[in-house]
């Protein structure tokens, strides 16, 4: 199992948080709303709330090893790099190593159409990403 969470890089942390009551929403203040919101007027509506859900080391996508150009990783949703992030830990995880396996691996993952995934490059192992969605009528 794998997860990222704020304040929590994996499930091990997530639940420790959980345990000891950690907090995982960043608080800011005056000065930091105004010095990073592109519309600082919001500090003076009474419902704008000066906190966030923040994940770590989100910009640290290494998009080569998943096969990406920079251009494509750059206008790809954030959502989708964790996502190949969290398969390969799951794959870690389990035991796996994808480019050492001598069968195929799958993976389904649902997702919203908008952010459906390519697969993995052939010759960057066999481990083939099987991405899928089912909306709702």
């Not at 519309?39 to 910009?59: H, M, R, S």
Request: with cysteine.
């Amino acid at each position: 199992m794998v997860c990222r969470f704020p304040g929590a890089r994996h499930v091990d942390q997530f639940w420790e948080n959980l345990k000891n009551g950690g907090e995982s929403i960043a608080f800011f203040s005056d000065e930091e709303v105004e010095e990073h919101m592109p519309n600082p007027g919001l500090l003076k509506k009474p419902t704008f709330v000066k906190a966030y859900g923040w994940l770590e080391d989100i910009q640290f996508f290494d998009y080569t090893f998943f096969g990406y150009t920079p251009m494509e990783a750059e206008i790809m949703d954030p959502q989708t790099r964790i996502l190949h992030e969290c398969a390969l830990a799951a794959l870690e995880n389990a035991g796996y190593d994808p480019f050492a396996y001598p069968h195929l691996i799958g993976l389904y993952a649902a997702l919203p159409a908008a952010l459906i995934g390519k697969p993995v490059p052939p010759g960057q192992g066999k481990t083939i990403f099987w991405v899928g969605f089912r909306q709702n009528n």
